[in-house]
T-cell receptor, first 115, second 114 residues
Framework: AQSVTQPDIHITVSEGASLELRCNYS??????LFWYVQSPGQGLQLLLK??????LVQGIKGFEAEFKRSQSSFNLRKPSVHWSDAAEYFC?????????????FGTGTRLQVTL | NAGVTQTPKFQVLKTGQSMTLQCAQD?????MSWYRQDPGMGLRLIHY???????DQGEVPNGYNVSRSTTEDFPLRLLSAAPSQTSVYFC?????????????FGEGSWLTVV
């Protein structure tokens, strides 16, 4: 069965500092990987996704993620955090072909940004 | 979240009441699904559908029913609400295909069962 682990429940960084959110997955085949962001009281917004090809994926809002098959990881990074990045971030792995839309989500990492 | 509309956004129910969460998408997506989001649990799949007339259970289907009579709509029914169903519910849709494969989420429905 597929699973996703986000080991950090809560992270606090200063504005302007770099950020890395960790995500480890377990999946039997080539994974499809996603990062979503959720602001308080809002729905989920897709930041970026990995299906195949270049293992360094660029997303919106200056985020990027790197797929490392050997480590079963898909960590999210941003070189300089802005106060508006404060939100909850979810990593997800899923089967896209066949029964599609069967994403398995991590439990989320809440990001707090201090000024 | 373009194209996936959920209603209502907020609802309070009494234990034992029934209700339906509506989900509609105007992108002609074949695949639709319902998730619930609980603190510390992430999002968990309740039911999903790969096309009109076809539904299947996800990870946490108990207490919920779904149907898919049209491509556009995928309602989620709570037949007898329980406090354990207090949660935020998200509907999602996507189109099958080798490109994009972007999953679109609705803005969520906050349900409280008292």
């Amino acid at each position: 069965a597929q699973s996703v682990t986000q080991p950090d429940i809560h992270i606090t960084v200063s504005e302007g500092a770099s950020l890395e959110l960790r995500c480890n997955y377990s999946y039997g085949a080539t994974p499809y990987l996603f990062w979503y962001v959720q602001s308080p009281g809002q729905g989920l917004q897709l930041l970026l996704k990995y299906f195949s090809g270049d293992t360094l994926v660029q997303g919106i809002k200056g985020f990027e993620a790197e797929f490392k098959r050997s480590q079963s990881s898909f960590n999210l990074r941003k070189p300089s955090v802005h106060w508006s990045d404060a939100a909850e971030y979810f990593c997800a792995v899923g089967a896209i072909e066949g029964t599609a839309s069967k994403l398995t989500f991590g439990t989320g990492t809440r990001l707090q940004v201090t000024l | 979240n373009a194209g996936v509309t959920q209603t209502p956004k907020f609802q309070v129910l009494k234990t034992g009441q029934s209700m339906t969460l509506q989900c509609a998408q105007d992108m002609n997506h074949e695949y639709m699904s319902w998730y619930r989001q609980d603190p510390g649990m992430g999002l968990r799949l309740i039911h999903y559908s790969v096309g009109a007339g076809i539904t299947d259970q996800g990870e946490v289907p108990n207490g919920y029913n779904v149907s898919r009579s049209t491509t556009e709509d995928f309602p989620l029914r709570l037949l007898s609400a329980a406090p354990s169903q207090t949660s935020v519910y998200f509907c999602a849709s996507r189109s099958p295909g080798s490109t994009g494969n972007t999953i679109y989420f609705g803005e969520g429905s906050w349900l409280t069962v008292v």
